[in-house]
């Protein structure tokens, strides 16, 4: 009686470990329809974000929009460049346009949040805690990324082109060109500083090594400045400002894989 009670014990804390390593169940709808409980996770995720952005839209355009735009045209206006508009709603367009991305920026706690718990529930705790720490290693590096172009290529580059321009013509810039061409700058270094994080995933599903990332360099360098052309504005100091921080990366993300094991096959 003992041996049987025993093994009852041992069946029930073997399952009760088994529980605490699985992902979180979502409870199924009624008829047993689990992809339709999934459906409409997703859209109360789509739903609410979208109500964040469209909030943090009409804040930011009736409180904020004259100073983003001041500051976005400061680098051109210090340096007496003339700002125009070449259609009458390119000007309104153009503002719709920056408080829609700074409303995503201001909304994206909301955003990220939905998201988090959209996917919670099929992670495992190790992976939970994993996958926290990637993201805000990712969301510094993307930041570090737009933050370094800003200050240390943006506005160099703006003092290239209109030296290259100078006794040619007389520089009067589209605002709607002039936004398009600054996010159009900085975006791609945010994504490019992603390459460390890449190269982890890469290396924990197995797919690459320390020493495979090492020997294929040579034509990583080819292909980092054939993706930073593609990328960047066509001219060859964008180019050359993307590509060598790329480089510097895919040395760091290197050392990041002989850290890396590859995650175990179950």
Not at 228 to 239: F, G, K, M, N, R
Request: proline share 5%; with cysteine; aromatic share 12%.
């Amino acid at each position: 009686m003992n041996e049987k009670n025993k093994k009852q014990t041992d069946r029930k804390a073997e399952a009760g470990r088994e529980t605490d390593q699985k992902p979180e169940q979502v409870a199924p709808a009624e008829g047993g329809a689990p992809l339709l409980t999934h459906l409409l996770a997703l859209r109360r995720v789509l739903v609410i974000s979208a109500a964040a952005v469209a909030i943090a839209f009409f804040l930011v355009y009736y409180l904020a929009i004259d100073t983003l735009m001041s500051w976005i045209t400061g680098p051109i206006v210090e340096r007496g460049i003339e700002i125009i508009y070449t259609a009458m709603s390119e000007a309104l367009v153009t503002k719709f346009k920056v408080a829609l991305i700074a409303a995503v920026i201001v909304a994206s706690p909301v955003i990220i949040g939905q998201i988090w718990g959209f996917i919670k529930p099929a992670l495992y705790p190790k992976e939970k805690k994993a996958f926290r720490i990637l993201f805000f290693v990712a969301l510094f590096l993307f930041l570090l990324g737009v933050v370094f172009c800003y200050v240390a290529v943006y506005l160099l580059a703006v003092d290239f082109f209109l030296v290259a321009g100078d006794n040619l013509a007389t520089p009067m810039l589209s605002i709607d060109k002039y936004v398009s061409f600054l996010f159009g700058f900085i975006v791609p270094f945010g994504v490019a500083f992603q390459l460390p994080v890449f190269l982890y995933l890469t290396t924990r599903m197995g797919w690459t090594n320390a020493k495979m990332l090492a020997e294929k360099r040579k034509f990583v360098i080819l292909g980092v400045f054939v993706f930073a052309a593609i990328l960047t504005p066509p001219d060859v100091v964008s180019q050359v400002a993307l590509g060598v921080p790329m480089m510097l990366l895919y040395e760091v993300g290197i050392l990041v894989c002989r850290l890396t094991k590859p995650r175990e096959r179950e």
